[in-house]
Nanobody, 119 residues
């Protein structure tokens, strides 16, 4: 199983980035997908989730209205659009795939991609 994030980088405050997470070796279409982030010296936090079919999404309060999670099951890829970025959004962003409970609810993580927002 491999999850590969891409799209991170340096952006000015108020700017936008689009992150992608491409999955392989997993039945992507039955996996719920999450985006986490971890800032220096802080715990990893969940920022966005999407169900396997894409019909339901959830966001942390800190990113609601600014971040959008979506997925393309035909491409085995989950995306996150990040708009109105703030310096406090600076973190390493990770995607996670979670198998259904009936398959043991195993989870798999990507290696992370750095997002840096300058003020």
């Amino acid at each position: 199983v491999q999850l590969v994030e891409s799209g991170g980088g340096l952006v000015q405050a108020g700017g936008s980035l689009r992150l992608s997470c491409a999955a392989s070796g997993i039945t992507f279409s039955i996996s719920a997908m999450d985006w986490f982030r971890q800032a220096p010296g802080k715990q990893r936090e969940l920022v966005a989730s999407i169900t396997s079919g894409g019909g339901s999404t959830n966001y942390a309060d800190s990113v609601k209205g600014r971040f959008t999670i979506s997925r393309d099951n035909a491409k085995n890829t989950v995306y996150r659009e990040m708009n109105s970025l703030k310096p406090e959004d600076t973190a390493v962003y990770y995607c996670r795939a979670v198998l259904p409970v009936l398959l043991g609810a195993r989870d798999y993580w990507g290696q992370g991609t750095q997002v840096t927002v300058s003020s």
